[in-house]
């Protein structure tokens, strides 16, 4: 993204990277290439990876989109979000309560795990209608280490040439580690299989007092109505479930993590956030936090330079070609936003490279036009409001408890700049706080 950053410098808004594949930031064709009235597919590029075949995520086809979007809509809907935030809160509320008590024995303590661990937690259980244990047995589990070598094996398959060939090949190598690495993908797949099963006899009592909700448990109640006009198989549930966790469990944890880094490292930002956050007392709900405005902008301008997810979104250019800007595409020609310049284009956001939440208090079409942390209009995550939920209520809870803790003299600007990677990572990879009393002891 650093290269492609420098390129578009040096040769504009619309550079040439290979005889079939372009990169822009133009705003006027960014907005065209997604927009949801003039459909610029997606690339197969999220096909050839291959681990999850049948989510709305690798779609290529608008109408399957569209058809899709009903069938999940049940559980991503409004209603469904407001009955999952009792989950979420406590989770939010497990994790702060753990890192503050750690703070009390360790002179630092670093959050980046922590907040992995909530995020994959309260993911399993709004997917799955259970988590996976992390935030209380204080380790990984399992299923989050084949989850990371699964999707490295996914990068290999779809972004580099020849990759699929590659992995059948390495298949015949009997080498323990190397196929151990090869069937993570199977063991993420056993392990949604089994928390799906789990998930259809919550189904079957869904009328009880006793019955967990979850997000998915919800599209398999529409199953078994006669009345719902857009079902799903379980195959199809499962690699949207899949597709759920791989989409928003490391982007999450490192947007999570550079939130509260920004905040902390911006004391006026703090102050006016926790002034603004006074005024709801202690009944904080994620309702009244959507209320407030200056939480707004600090979450945008946390999205606009630290989405996990930095690279660009592939579109192709559809049948009939396209015009974007000066120039005429033909059809199948691919398309690359990056979202990485775009979001510190200097011709939509003043001084781009400063984190500034005031900005968005009288934000301009074009600078909200710029903003994909979620991708484009025509292919917006369908999660996205479920992630907004779990950063306002991280950051009011993180403030309420916590007013006497800081940033660690170890978290610097230069240790919390981006390591190259496919998702954005601190360089020195973790990011730490501690008491504020603790330089003062020392």
């Not at 650093?2 to 822009?24: E, N």
């Not at 989850?147 to 080498?175: D, K, Q």
């Not at 599209?219 to 006669?226: D, F, G, M, R, Y």
């Not at 379980?234 to 509260?260: H, K, M, N, P, Q």
Request: charged content about 25%; aromatic content about 10%.
């Amino acid at each position: 993204m650093f290269a492609i950053d420098r390129l578009h410098k040096k040769y504009g808004p619309y550079i040439r990277v290979s005889p079939t594949d372009i990169m822009v930031t133009d705003i006027g064709a960014v907005k065209k290439v997604h927009s949801p009235f003039n459909v610029f597919p997606k690339s197969d590029v999220y096909k050839k990876a291959g681990l999850v075949k049948k989510s709305i995520a690798i779609m290529v086809e608008h109408e399957d989109v569209k058809i899709r979007r009903k069938a999940i809509g049940n559980g991503f809907s409004n209603t469904n979000m407001r009955s999952l935030e009792p989950g979420i809160r406590a989770k939010v509320d497990l994790c702060i309560t753990k890192i503050k008590r750690k703070l009390e024995d360790h002179r630092t303590l670093d959050i980046l795990p922590w907040l992995q661990f909530t995020a994959m937690d309260i993911i399993g259980e709004i997917a799955f209608g259970k988590d996976f244990g992390m935030l209380k047995n204080e380790t990984w589990h399992s299923f989050n280490q084949d989850l990371l070598l699964a999707s490295c094996v996914m990068f290999v398959r779809g972004h580099i040439p020849g990759g699929s060939y590659l992995e059948f090949f390495m298949g015949y190598i009997p080498h323990s580690t190397l196929q151990w690495v090869l069937k993570s993908g199977e063991r993420v797949f056993n392990y949604t299989n089994e928390a799906l099963e789990y998930l259809q006899c919550e189904a079957q009592r869904s009328h009880s007092k006793d019955s967990k909700q979850s997000v998915f448990l919800a599209i398999l109640e529409n199953q078994n109505n006669p009345n719902a006009k857009y079902k799903m198989s379980i195959e199809e549930v499962r690699d949207e479930a899949l597709g759920f966790i791989l989409a928003g469990t490391d982007t999450l944890t490192i947007t999570s993590t550079y939130l509260i880094w920004a905040v902390f490292r911006h004391k006026e930002v703090r102050r006016k956030l926790e002034a603004e956050l006074s005024t709801l007392g202690v009944n904080i709900t994620d309702e009244r936090l959507q209320q407030l405005p200056y939480l707004r902008s600090v979450i945008k301008e946390t999205l606009r330079l630290y989405a996990g997810a930095q690279i660009g979104l592939p579109r192709t250019v559809p049948q009939g070609g396209a015009q974007l800007g000066p120039y005429f595409l033909p059809a199948g020609t691919g398309v690359m936003t990056p979202i990485y310049s775009i979001h510190r284009d200097e011709k939509v956001f003043e001084e781009p490279l400063m984190f500034k939440p005031e900005r968005w208090l009288n934000a301009t079409q074009d600078m909200e036009t710029a903003i994909l942390a979620f991708g484009g209009a025509s292919r917006i995550c369908v999660g996205q409001n479920l992630a907004k939920m779990e950063l306002r209520l991280l950051i009011a809870v993180v403030l309420k408890l916590c007013p006497d803790i800081e940033l660690a003299e170890s978290c610097t600007d230069e240790s919390m700049e981006f390591a190259p990677r496919l998702f954005i990572a601190p360089r020195g990879g973790k990011c730490e706080l501690q008491s504020i009393y603790a330089h003062r002891e020392g």
